[in-house]
C-alpha cells in the first residue's frame, strides 16, 4: 500500500521538507507532548489528520491500521501492541511517508500510543519531515553509545500520542546495529513498557541492501512499499 496523496501531501521521495521559521532545536521545544500541531503544521509535515480535505488519505492508513489489527490479532491474540517494518521496494518510492503515516493513524486511537522508529541510516527522513532535532542523538547514536539512554533519544511530535526515535547520525552499512543485542533488548524494553503502544519501523530499501531482512527478524508483521 502506497497511498497516493495531493499536492500537499505527495513526494514519493520524502526528502524535500518544506521550510520553516524556527530553527530546529526551538521547534523541539515549542511542541511538548501535550500541545498539538495546527491543520497546517500537520499538512507541512505531509501528516494525515481528521479534516476532509486529507479525507481519503486518512481513511486509507485507517484502514490499513484496520488490517494490521485484526491480522495480529489473529496471529496473536486480541489486545497485543506489535512491531510493525514498513519496508520499500526502493529508495524514493514513498516508504518514509507511508510510515509516518500509519504511526499518525494509529495515535488516532486514544486508546493506542504509536512511537516511529527511523531505522533508514542511509537515508534518514523522519526527523527532518516531523521537525524534531535529535539533540540528544538518535537509534544509531543509541546503538554504538552506551552512556545514551533511551529517554534522551525519544522525541516528542506534537501529535497526541505519537513519539519519534530519530535516525540520529546517518551509516553506509547499519546491519551489525539493527542485528545487536542492544537493539533485540531496546524493541522488547519498548513494547513491555507500555502494552498500547505500537512501534512502526521506518526502514531502508529492500532491493540493494541487507537492512530490512535484518529488521524483519524484529518486525511481527511488514509492510512492502510499491509505489
Known amino acids: ?26 521547534q523541539r521545544q515549542s511542541y511538548g507532548q501535550d500541545q498539538a500541531l495546527t491543520t497546517r503544521q500537520l499538512e507541512d509535515r505531509r501528516l494525515i489528520h481528521r ?3 486529507v ?5 486509507a492508513f485507517r484502514e490499513l491500521r484496520t488490517r494490521l489489527l485484526a491480522l495480529s490479532g489473529s496471529l496473536h491474540g486480541e489486545n497485543r501492541n506489535f512491531v510493525t517494518l514498513v519496508a520499500p521496494v526502493r529508495h524514493g518510492c514513498g516508504g518514509s511517508f507511508v510510515a509516518r503515516n500509519l504511526a499518525a493513524a494509529f495515535a488516532f486511537d486514544e486508546s493506542k500510543q504509536a512511537l516511529l522508529i527511523d531505522c533508514d541510516a542511509t537515508h534518514p527522513a523522519q526527523g527532518d519531515a516531523l521537525r524534531v532535532a535529535a539533540e540528544n542523538g538518535g537509534l544509531i547514536d543509541y546503538l554504538e553509545d552506551e552512556s545514551i539512554t533511551l529517554s534522551d533519544i525519544v522525541d516528542p511530535t506534537g501529535i497526541p500520542r505519537l513519539q519519534l526515535i530519530p535516525c540520529g547520525r546517518s551509516r553506509e552499512t547499519p546491519g551489525e546495529s539493527f542485528s545487536s543485542f542492544r537493539m533485540h533488548a531496546m524493541i522488547d524494553s519498548l513494547r513491555a513498557h507500555q502494552g498500547n503502544r505500537h512501534l512502526i519501523l521506518d526502514g531502508s ?12 527478524d524484529l518486525a511481527d508483521l511488514v509492510v512492502l512499499v510499491v509505489g
Open 1 to 26: 500500500l502506497c497511498p497516493q496523496a495531493d499536492e500537499r501531501m505527495n513526494d514519493p521521495s520524502d526528502r524535500d521538507a518544506r521550510p520553516y521559521s524556527q530553527p530546529l532545536s526551538k
Open 51 to 53: 479534516h476532509e480535505s
Open 55 to 59: 479525507r481519503k488519505h486518512a481513511d
Open 205 to 216: 530499501p529492500v532491493q540493494g541492501s541487507p537492512d530490512a531482512r535484518i529488521l524483519s
